[in-house]
């Protein structure tokens, strides 16, 4: 089994270091990718000296243009599974075999690694835990099933999977949308607890303004995304 550990960065010099040697340390059966999403600093010369192969993009995509460069990456290759990781030093490399191994087994077509299924260790500021929860809920009035944790970012697609969200995948914040998209094409999309760790340096772009925005904008997108007709690929 060939499995391609997709990572967007932008400007993260001072982690993606760290996050490449966390995951192939943790997970060597690994193939790492760095996607570089138009940075200005030295983001795709330290990811490949620490072992990653790096797509440099021109111009920044947005975070879903990134990732979907690593989805077409991974179908071109013909990787059985691709991991969606972020590239801040938010998702542990030793809660990797946790999102695979049921895309591997059959048991999905995706898994979400979920900070809120469970009780864990990670704690987050109240409004942007209200925000996740009330984007939650809109997701369950759409799709008729509970995601706790929508707006995750670690993932694991199995082909048929990728060949869906290689071609319809939002530029902006895509992963709740990417959740509709999905089960609207019958695929299965489970999640898994997880630990996650706040970002190893700087700071988050979203900010209070911007999480209001993104609130709206996502929860549009959502319903509208349910309204349009499912995409199959066999």
Known sequence: MRILAIVPALNEVDNIGPVVRNLITTSPWLDVLVIDDGSTDQTAEVARAHGAKVISLPVNLGIGGAVQTGFLYALRNDYDVALQVDGDGQHRGEEIKKLVDPVLLGEADVTIGSRFLEKT?????????????????????????????PTS???????????????????????????????????????????????????????????????????????????????WND
Request: proline content about 4%.
């Open 121 to 149: 260790s990670y704690k987050s500021a109240w409004p942007r835990r209200l925000g996740i929860y009330l984007l939650s809920k809109t997701l369950q009035s759409v799709v008729r099933k509970n995601f706790t944790d």
């Open 153 to 231: 970012g670690f993932r694991a697609y199995n082909q048929k999977a990728l060949r869906i969200v290689s071609a319809h995948y939002s530029t902006d914040y895509p992963e709740p949308d990417a959740i509709v998209t999905l089960l609207k094409n019958r695929l299965r999309v489970i999640e898994i607890s997880v630990e996650m760790d706040a970002r190893l340096s700087g700071s988050s772009s979203i900010t209070p303004f911007k999480s209001g925005y993104y609130m709206f904008k996502v929860s549009l997108a959502i319903i509208l995304n349910s309204m349009m007709s499912r995409i």
